[in-house]
């Protein structure tokens, strides 16, 4: 049995970044980065829908050690995909992916110090194992198998097409064509706009808005800083530019959130006009950032609903018909394409089943360290971004922080590494304080935090910053053996 001293589970931006810290800071580690698909990228190769796009800067979604180059701080998919390739490409990290191999299960020995992982193989699936003394766990936190797609009556009904942007068909001809986009989230907002330049018609039906924010696709000072700087610079620079920016708008939303509620419909009432029914269309029923705010690039959502391509319709649905869906209020929206974009499903650990000594590990009975391991599991790094923020500041951190502590390690002869939840006074929080539906619907299966670190997750890169690329690597919760 083949056996690496750590293992990467996902080839997509967290999996990537976590091989090129491994090549900078732990040389001498054997490693190898296993990919449930046959293609890198994660999201960025998943998603395919019209007009997929990041929803936060490239400056702060792009890694730390890669200048991102693009005039477009909003990008799209395949520049975002194209972007994680050529940094696996540039490092040689692409020839250590192994595609078409998931990961079913890992199990810990404690007198072997290792993982001893099984994974399925090509079409077959046929099986096979590694053993890894380190598990790096980059698998992202939604289901890639299935979105959530609710049961909707009469569905069977419906004369036309129905698509989940998680699965867009390439064949799907919507041209000229009547299309319902169900949601309200940032798929939506991204979909609705790009399919509305074709469509004769895009409604999207919504029971309740959310908050969305016009920003520039383009981000000026980033532009003149790249002209009279070197690019590494400025690219820095724009980065904690927007970080900082990013810090202030959440703690303004979290101390004064009537204040900006009013800052975010004065925006929307500026795009629209004042005559458009902003009230029942884009004022939500929960304050700014107890979801993830919407950003809107260029205003080109609101543009498509201004020149009347894009029709907001804020109702509920009662059933599917042939001809479309059939409102509660009685109203028929008619369709010939029907656009799911519901949400996803969230799983923890990318559905890897774990083991510590022959005991199953039941994720809701674990404790989340420094948003990063598990309570009582050892040897194993999870990444999981931020909510607040982009993704990658937060996979970023917990790469620098777990190279730091396989060196440690090294140094002093350690086999393993095990977060201990052994301060009683310790309460359980949920893992996240969101209310999106996505989250909300998956609580239940997923690790609980602290009320106190190093268990509490701050969503606060300066605290992480802090914490996790300069802090001390011993701690009273970490148990290391020899």
């Given at each position: 049995?083949?056996?690496?001293?750590?293992?990467?589970?996902?080839?997509?931006?967290?999996?990537?970044?976590?091989?090129?810290?491994?090549?900078?800071?732990?040389?001498?580690?054997?490693?190898?980065?296993?990919?449930?698909?046959?293609?890198?990228?994660?999201?960025?190769?998943?998603?395919?829908?019209?007009?997929v796009?990041?929803?936060?800067?490239?400056?702060t979604?792009?890694?730390?050690?890669?200048?991102?180059?693009?005039?477009?701080?909003?990008?799209?998919?395949?520049?975002?995909?194209?972007?994680?390739?050529?940094?696996?490409?540039?490092?040689?990290?692409?020839?250590?992916?192994?595609?078409?191999?998931?990961?079913?299960?890992?199990?810990?020995?404690?007198?072997?110090?290792?993982?001893?992982?099984?994974?399925?193989?090509?079409?077959?699936?046929?099986?096979?194992?590694?053993?890894?003394?380190?598990?790096?766990?980059?698998?992202?936190?939604?289901?890639?198998?299935?979105?959530?797609?609710?049961?909707?009556?009469?569905?069977?009904?419906?004369?036309?097409?129905?698509?989940?942007?998680?699965?867009w068909?390439?064949?799907?001809?919507?041209?000229?064509?009547?299309?319902v986009?169900?949601?309200?989230?940032?798929?939506?907002?991204?979909?609705?706009?790009?399919?509305?330049?074709?469509?004769?018609?895009?409604a999207?039906?919504?029971?309740?808005?959310?908050w969305?924010?016009?920003?520039?696709?383009?981000?000026?000072?980033?532009?003149?800083?790249?002209?009279?700087?070197?690019?590494?610079?400025?690219?820095?620079?724009?980065?904690?530019?927007?970080?900082?920016?990013?810090?202030?708008?959440?703690?303004?939303?979290?101390?004064r959130?009537?204040?900006?509620?009013?800052l975010?419909?004065?925006?929307?009432?500026?795009?629209?006009?004042?005559?458009?029914d902003?009230?029942?269309?884009?004022?939500p029923?929960?304050?700014?950032?107890n979801?993830?705010?919407?950003?809107?690039?260029?205003?080109?959502?609101?543009?498509a609903?201004?020149?009347?391509?894009?029709?907001?319709?804020?109702?509920?649905?009662?059933?599917?018909?042939?001809?479309?869906?059939?409102?509660?209020?009685?109203?028929?929206?008619?369709?010939?394409?029907?656009?799911?974009?519901?949400?996803?499903?969230?799983?923890?650990?990318?559905?890897?089943?774990?083991?510590?000594?022959?005991?199953?590990?039941?994720p809701?009975?674990?404790?989340?360290?420094?948003?990063?391991?598990?309570?009582?599991?050892?040897?194993?790094?999870?990444?999981?971004?931020?909510?607040?923020?982009?993704?990658?500041?937060?996979?970023?951190?917990?790469?620098?922080?777990?190279?730091?502590?396989?060196?440690?390690?090294?140094?002093?002869?350690?086999?393993q590494?095990?977060p201990?939840?052994?301060?009683?006074?310790?309460?359980?929080?949920?893992?996240?304080?969101?209310?999106?539906?996505?989250?909300?619907?998956?609580?239940?299966?997923?690790?609980?935090?602290?009320?106190?670190?190093?268990?509490?997750?701050?969503?606060?890169?300066?605290?992480?910053?802090?914490?996790?690329?300069?802090?001390?690597?011993?701690?009273?919760?970490?148990?290391?053996?020899?």
């Open positions: 049995m083949e056996e690496l001293d750590v293992l990467v589970v996902g080839a997509g931006l967290s999996g990537i970044g976590a091989a090129w810290h491994l090549q900078k800071h732990c040389p001498g580690k054997s490693w190898a980065i296993v990919e449930a698909r046959e293609a890198s990228g994660g999201t960025w190769d998943l998603f395919r829908y019209p007009g796009r990041s929803d936060s800067d490239m400056y979604l792009g890694y730390r050690f890669r200048p991102w180059k693009d005039a477009q701080a909003i990008a799209d998919g395949p520049s975002i995909l194209s972007y994680v390739r050529d940094v696996a490409r540039d490092h040689g990290i692409d020839r250590r992916i192994r595609y078409s191999h998931r990961v079913v299960s890992a199990a810990w020995s404690t007198p072997d110090a290792r993982w001893t992982v099984v994974l399925e193989c090509g079409p077959d699936r046929a099986r096979t194992t590694i053993a890894c003394r380190f598990l790096w766990m980059c698998s992202g936190y939604y289901r890639y198998e299935s979105g959530h797609d609710p049961v909707f009556p009469g569905r069977e009904s419906f004369a036309g097409r129905i698509v989940h942007p998680q699965f068909p390439q064949d799907l001809e919507y041209a000229g064509k009547k299309v986009v169900i949601g309200s989230g940032a798929t939506a907002v991204t979909l609705a706009p790009a399919m509305a330049d074709t469509a004769t018609h895009v999207m039906l919504q029971r309740s808005p959310t969305m924010v016009s920003r520039p696709a383009v981000d000026a000072m980033a532009e003149r800083l790249k002209r009279r700087l070197p690019l590494g610079l400025a690219y820095a620079l724009t980065r904690w530019k927007n970080v900082l920016m990013g810090m202030y708008v959440y703690r303004m939303c979290k101390r959130p009537e204040r900006v509620a009013k975010l419909l004065g925006g929307v009432r500026q795009e629209l006009g004042r005559d458009y902003v009230a029942t269309h884009f004022t029923r929960y304050d700014p950032w979801q993830r705010l919407c950003l809107v690039p260029d205003g080109d959502f609101f543009r609903v201004k020149a009347g391509r894009l029709e907001m319709v804020t109702d509920t649905i009662d059933r599917f018909v042939p001809s479309g869906i059939a409102l509660k209020s009685g109203r028929t929206l008619d369709a010939d394409v029907i656009v799911t974009a519901t949400g996803l499903e969230l799983q923890p650990l990318g559905g890897t089943r774990l083991s510590v000594d022959g005991v199953p590990v039941e809701p009975r674990t404790t989340i360290w420094r948003g990063m391991m598990y309570s009582d599991v050892p040897n194993l790094v999870s990444v999981f971004g931020y909510t607040n923020a982009s993704w990658t500041l937060k996979a970023d951190l917990v790469s620098e922080h777990t190279c730091r502590l396989l060196n440690h390690m090294e140094r002093h002869g350690y086999r590494i095990t201990r939840r052994n301060d009683p006074s310790v309460t359980d929080e949920p893992f996240v304080d969101f209310s999106s539906g996505y989250i909300q619907r998956a609580l239940a299966s997923q690790p609980k935090q602290g009320s106190k670190r190093p268990w509490k997750l701050y969503q606060n890169y300066l605290l992480d910053l802090i914490t996790l690329r300069y802090g001390r690597l011993t701690d009273p919760t970490l148990e290391f053996a020899k």
